[in-house]
């Protein structure tokens, strides 16, 4: 088979790409290809597999020539960040609706032609759901709580959910939304999502340096190990249509945890130095940004399917570890 990933280049992405190609097979047949579009190159060892190939560019230009490739299933993590959503909103509204209504439409079209419709995943985010006067936000948020984004980087992924969701119905795609938690936590340095100092606060102090965070400590978070996360994805897309018993998205498990017990987890791994690294630095504009977020998710629906979350967040750290030093 031949599966697409866009945004493969990324952490996301790329980890994804490893995973599937060790795997060999996705849903039960043999892995031939897998395209890679993103707007920078992706690691040199996916680059130098021969089953990998690579598309390089804005993925709005590029989506009609995708989905004349002979796709049988596709990831679609493309997206800009929340941080940039909010700064940006021209950006955010290229990147993630244009983008994907454009992508969905090249898919659509080839459907129309006689195609089997394509198996699709859209990273969808717990951004969609957010505190409003008229609907109060649950202490814990469920596949059923209603979405209520109060950022622009959470309404684009909403919107997607349910473009997603009609073009299911419409017979173009088989599609199905997965809803990502905070990944965490990701190597290198900080990205433009607002939740980046959720890794940042444990990745620093691993590394000797210091971590600044936005936020008090008693802020939480639903959050997921970059394995969890994976995890999520590839069970989503494997899943029937009457293991998702109709409905296109759904939350991934949720580890639930406040900046202060993450910082508890780091100490109780890496002792006392490392947790003093961490200074708290409030940021108005991240803080308000987070505000709008969940406090706690459930994944009853992905339980169904076998997912779980992490174990505990001293487990994220230890998994952090391990793959930094291998």
């Not at 097979?25 to 690579?54: F, S």
């Not at 109060?150 to 419409?170: I, M, N, P």
Request: charged share 20%; aromatic share 4%.
């Amino acid at each position: 088979m031949h599966i697409l990933i866009t945004g493969g280049a990324g952490f996301i992405g790329a980890r994804l790409t490893r995973t599937l190609l060790a795997r060999g097979e996705l849903a039960g047949r043999r892995i031939e290809r897998v395209l890679i579009a993103d707007q920078v190159a992706p690691p040199a060892d996916l680059a130098a597999d021969p089953r990998v190939r690579v598309h390089t560019g804005a993925l709005l230009a590029q989506c009609q020539a995708l989905a004349d490739e002979p796709l049988d299933g596709v990831f679609h993590l493309a997206s800009a960040v929340s941080g940039e959503c909010e700064a940006d909103f021209e950006l955010g509204l290229r990147s993630n609706l244009d983008t994907t209504r454009a992508l969905l439409d090249a898919l659509r079209r080839r459907t129309e032609a006689g195609a089997t419709p394509v198996r699709l995943v859209f990273s969808s985010s717990v951004a969609v759901f957010g505190p409003d006067p008229a609907i109060p936000l649950p202490a814990v948020v469920g596949d059923d709580t209603l979405p209520a984004p109060q950022t622009s980087y959470g309404t684009h992924k909403l919107v997607c959910e349910h473009l997603v969701a009609d073009y299911t119905r419409k017979g173009y795609i088989d599609g199905r939304s997965a809803r990502l938690m905070t990944v965490t936590v990701r190597p290198g340095r900080p990205n433009g999502a607002a939740s980046s100092f959720f890794s940042g606060i444990i990745r620093e102090p691993l590394a000797g340096e210091i971590a600044l965070c936005p936020v008090p400590p008693d802020t939480a978070h639903p959050v997921s190990s970059p394995a969890t996360t994976i995890a999520g994805l590839i069970a989503v897309y494997e899943a029937s249509r009457e293991m998702l018993v109709g409905r296109t998205a759904l939350n991934l498990p949720a580890l639930n945890m406040t900046v202060g017990g993450m910082l508890d987890a780091l100490e109780a791994v890496a002792g006392r130095a490392a947790r003093e690294l961490v200074r708290f630095e409030p940021d108005a504009r991240i803080a308000g940004i987070v505000a709008g977020w969940p406090k706690a998710a459930s994944a009853a629906r992905a339980a169904r399917l076998g997912l779980q979350p992490d174990r505990d967040f001293a487990d994220i750290v230890r998994q952090y570890i391990a793959e930094s030093t291998s």
